[in-house]
Protein backbone atom coordinates (compact mmCIF):
# COMPACT_ATOMS: atom_id res chain seq x y z
CA UNK A 1 0.00 0.00 0.00
CA UNK A 2 1.30 2.96 -1.02
CA UNK A 3 0.52 6.47 1.29
CA UNK A 4 2.00 10.44 0.91
CA UNK A 5 4.46 11.51 2.69
CA UNK A 6 1.81 13.45 5.08
CA UNK A 7 0.71 9.91 6.66
CA UNK A 8 4.44 8.81 6.65
CA UNK A 9 5.40 11.81 8.94
CA UNK A 10 2.42 11.48 10.79
CA UNK A 11 3.26 7.86 11.58
CA UNK A 12 7.38 8.89 12.33
CA UNK A 13 5.90 11.35 14.70
CA UNK A 14 3.17 9.01 16.41
CA UNK A 15 6.13 6.82 16.75
CA UNK A 16 8.51 9.33 18.67
CA UNK A 17 5.56 9.90 21.41
CA UNK A 18 5.09 6.19 21.73
CA UNK A 19 8.54 5.67 21.92
CA UNK A 20 9.10 8.54 24.15
CA UNK A 21 6.80 7.49 26.68
CA UNK A 22 8.27 4.04 27.43
CA UNK A 23 11.94 5.77 27.52
CA UNK A 24 10.57 8.68 29.41
CA UNK A 25 9.50 5.79 32.46
CA UNK A 26 12.75 3.71 32.05
CA UNK A 27 14.92 7.16 32.20
CA UNK A 28 13.19 8.02 35.75
CA UNK A 29 14.44 4.57 36.43
CA UNK A 30 17.98 4.99 35.58
CA UNK A 31 18.17 2.40 33.40
CA UNK A 32 20.56 1.23 30.39
CA UNK A 33 18.05 1.76 27.46
CA UNK A 34 16.68 5.24 28.66
CA UNK A 35 14.28 7.99 26.55
CA UNK A 36 16.76 8.67 24.04
CA UNK A 37 17.67 4.89 23.10
CA UNK A 38 13.95 4.08 22.90
CA UNK A 39 12.45 6.50 21.43
CA UNK A 40 15.27 6.10 18.38
CA UNK A 41 14.44 2.37 18.24
CA UNK A 42 10.86 3.05 18.02
CA UNK A 43 11.47 6.11 15.79
CA UNK A 44 14.14 3.25 13.53
CA UNK A 45 12.00 0.66 13.23
CA UNK A 46 8.71 2.90 12.03
CA UNK A 47 10.85 4.44 9.22
CA UNK A 48 12.24 0.67 8.15
CA UNK A 49 8.61 -0.38 7.96
CA UNK A 50 7.57 3.03 5.95
CA UNK A 51 10.58 2.48 3.63
CA UNK A 52 9.72 -1.40 3.06
CA UNK A 53 5.97 -0.43 2.23
CA UNK A 54 7.35 2.30 -0.44
CA UNK A 55 10.03 0.08 -2.20
CA UNK A 56 7.87 -3.26 -2.26
CA UNK A 57 4.21 -2.52 -2.60
CA UNK A 58 3.06 -2.54 0.39
CA UNK A 59 5.04 -6.05 1.67
CA UNK A 60 6.75 -5.33 4.82
CA UNK A 61 7.31 -9.26 5.82
CA UNK A 62 11.16 -8.76 4.65
CA UNK A 63 12.19 -5.58 6.23
CA UNK A 64 10.19 -6.75 9.58
CA UNK A 65 12.17 -10.12 9.96
CA UNK A 66 15.47 -8.29 9.40
CA UNK A 67 14.42 -6.01 12.07
CA UNK A 68 13.56 -8.32 14.21
CA UNK A 69 17.16 -9.57 14.04
CA UNK A 70 18.72 -6.94 13.99
CA UNK A 71 17.00 -5.48 18.09
CA UNK A 72 17.52 -8.99 19.14
CA UNK A 73 21.79 -7.83 18.74
CA UNK A 74 20.79 -4.86 20.01
CA UNK A 75 19.03 -6.01 22.95
CA UNK A 76 21.64 -8.74 23.71
CA UNK A 77 24.17 -5.87 24.50
CA UNK A 78 21.83 -4.80 27.64
CA UNK A 79 21.91 -8.01 29.41
CA UNK A 80 25.08 -8.99 31.09
CA UNK A 81 25.95 -11.30 33.96
CA UNK A 82 26.19 -9.86 37.79
CA UNK A 83 26.89 -10.57 41.00
CA UNK A 84 23.72 -12.78 41.93
CA UNK A 85 22.47 -13.60 38.68
CA UNK A 86 21.43 -11.76 35.29
CA UNK A 87 20.95 -7.92 34.80
CA UNK A 88 19.13 -6.64 32.08
CA UNK A 89 16.72 -8.77 30.96
CA UNK A 90 13.59 -6.42 31.36
CA UNK A 91 15.54 -3.83 29.40
CA UNK A 92 16.23 -5.83 26.89
CA UNK A 93 12.57 -6.95 26.54
CA UNK A 94 11.59 -3.33 26.76
CA UNK A 95 13.94 -2.84 23.86
CA UNK A 96 12.37 -5.62 21.89
CA UNK A 97 8.60 -4.62 22.33
CA UNK A 98 9.61 -1.00 21.66
CA UNK A 99 10.67 -2.10 18.47
CA UNK A 100 7.28 -3.93 17.34
CA UNK A 101 5.41 -1.03 18.54
CA UNK A 102 7.55 1.18 16.07
CA UNK A 103 6.37 -1.77 13.26
CA UNK A 104 2.56 -1.40 14.44
CA UNK A 105 3.05 2.21 14.14
CA UNK A 106 4.73 2.25 10.69
CA UNK A 107 2.01 -0.15 9.37
CA UNK A 108 -0.24 2.09 9.76
CA UNK A 109 -1.94 -0.08 13.04
CA UNK A 110 -2.64 3.20 15.35
CA UNK A 111 -4.50 1.42 17.88
CA UNK A 112 -2.66 -1.67 18.66
CA UNK A 113 0.72 0.71 18.65
CA UNK A 114 -1.38 2.61 21.49
CA UNK A 115 -2.39 -0.38 23.40
CA UNK A 116 0.87 -2.14 23.34
CA UNK A 117 2.25 1.15 24.52
CA UNK A 118 -0.07 1.26 27.48
CA UNK A 119 0.08 -2.39 28.34
CA UNK A 120 4.35 -1.91 28.34
CA UNK A 121 3.98 0.90 30.85
CA UNK A 122 1.75 -1.01 32.68
CA UNK A 123 3.83 -4.05 33.48
CA UNK A 124 6.56 -1.77 33.69
CA UNK A 125 5.41 0.73 36.28
CA UNK A 126 2.62 -1.61 38.18
CA UNK A 127 4.10 -5.38 37.88
CA UNK A 128 7.75 -3.93 39.83
CA UNK A 129 5.16 -3.30 42.73
CA UNK A 130 4.41 -6.96 42.75
CA UNK A 131 7.74 -8.51 43.00
CA UNK A 132 8.66 -7.29 46.40
CA UNK A 133 5.61 -9.34 47.26
CA UNK A 134 6.70 -12.55 44.94
CA UNK A 135 10.02 -12.18 46.50
CA UNK A 136 8.49 -12.60 50.02
CA UNK A 137 7.14 -16.39 49.43
CA UNK A 138 10.14 -16.91 46.77
CA UNK A 139 13.33 -15.19 46.11
CA UNK A 140 16.76 -16.71 44.69
CA UNK A 141 19.96 -15.67 45.83
CA UNK A 142 23.71 -16.90 45.10
CA UNK A 143 25.73 -16.98 48.22
CA UNK A 144 29.69 -17.36 48.30
CA UNK A 145 31.21 -18.99 51.28
CA UNK A 146 34.77 -19.36 52.27
CA UNK A 147 35.75 -21.75 54.86
CA UNK A 148 39.17 -23.33 56.25
CA UNK A 149 37.37 -26.34 57.33
CA UNK A 150 37.08 -29.56 55.16
CA UNK A 151 34.77 -30.10 52.15
CA UNK A 152 32.37 -31.89 54.73
CA UNK A 153 31.59 -28.45 56.10
CA UNK A 154 29.20 -27.73 53.29
CA UNK A 155 26.90 -30.67 54.97
CA UNK A 156 26.65 -28.53 57.98
CA UNK A 157 25.46 -25.18 55.74
CA UNK A 158 23.06 -27.36 53.71
CA UNK A 159 21.72 -28.52 56.84
CA UNK A 160 21.75 -24.98 58.05
CA UNK A 161 19.71 -23.92 54.66
CA UNK A 162 17.58 -26.73 54.69
CA UNK A 163 16.40 -25.77 58.73
CA UNK A 164 15.49 -22.28 57.25
CA UNK A 165 13.00 -23.84 55.28
CA UNK A 166 15.55 -23.17 51.98
CA UNK A 167 15.93 -25.01 48.98
CA UNK A 168 19.86 -25.55 47.44
CA UNK A 169 19.03 -26.16 43.68
CA UNK A 170 22.56 -25.67 42.58
CA UNK A 171 26.39 -26.04 44.27
CA UNK A 172 29.94 -25.69 43.38
CA UNK A 173 33.31 -25.84 45.06
CA UNK A 174 37.23 -24.29 44.47
CA UNK A 175 39.60 -24.84 46.52
CA UNK A 176 42.52 -22.02 47.07
CA UNK A 177 45.18 -22.80 48.92
CA UNK A 178 43.59 -23.80 52.73
CA UNK A 179 40.33 -21.94 51.37
CA UNK A 180 37.63 -23.45 50.47
CA UNK A 181 35.10 -21.63 48.07
CA UNK A 182 31.58 -22.76 48.48
CA UNK A 183 29.00 -21.07 45.25
CA UNK A 184 25.30 -22.30 46.48
CA UNK A 185 22.15 -21.20 44.48
CA UNK A 186 19.38 -21.20 47.32
CA UNK A 187 15.52 -20.89 46.83
CA UNK A 188 13.10 -19.82 49.44
CA UNK A 189 11.64 -17.17 50.86
CA UNK A 190 12.49 -13.65 51.50
CA UNK A 191 12.11 -13.94 55.35
CA UNK A 192 14.25 -17.05 56.05
CA UNK A 193 17.22 -15.74 53.29
CA UNK A 194 17.63 -13.43 55.82
CA UNK A 195 17.70 -15.60 59.07
CA UNK A 196 20.37 -17.97 56.98
CA UNK A 197 22.78 -14.79 56.17
CA UNK A 198 22.03 -13.92 60.14
CA UNK A 199 23.43 -17.41 60.64
CA UNK A 200 25.81 -17.37 58.77
CA UNK A 201 27.63 -14.16 59.69
CA UNK A 202 27.66 -15.63 63.35
CA UNK A 203 28.97 -19.22 62.46
CA UNK A 204 32.89 -19.08 63.34
CA UNK A 205 33.62 -21.66 60.60
CA UNK A 206 32.90 -18.99 57.35
CA UNK A 207 36.00 -16.95 56.71
CA UNK A 208 34.39 -14.66 53.96
CA UNK A 209 30.31 -14.92 53.05
CA UNK A 210 29.20 -12.98 49.71
CA UNK A 211 25.52 -12.72 48.61
Request: some cysteine; proline content about 1%.
Amino acid sequence: MLFDWETALWRIGLSVLLGGVIGAEREYHDKTAGLRTLTLICVGSCLFCIVSQLLSNGTTDRIASTIVTGIGFLGAGVIFKGDNGINGLTTAATVWTTAAIGMATGSGMYFVAGGTTLCTLIVLSLFVRLEPIIDTFHKERNYRIVSNSSPEILDRYKKLIADNHLRCSKQRRTKKGNEINFFLKVKGGKANHERFVDAMLKDETVKDFEF
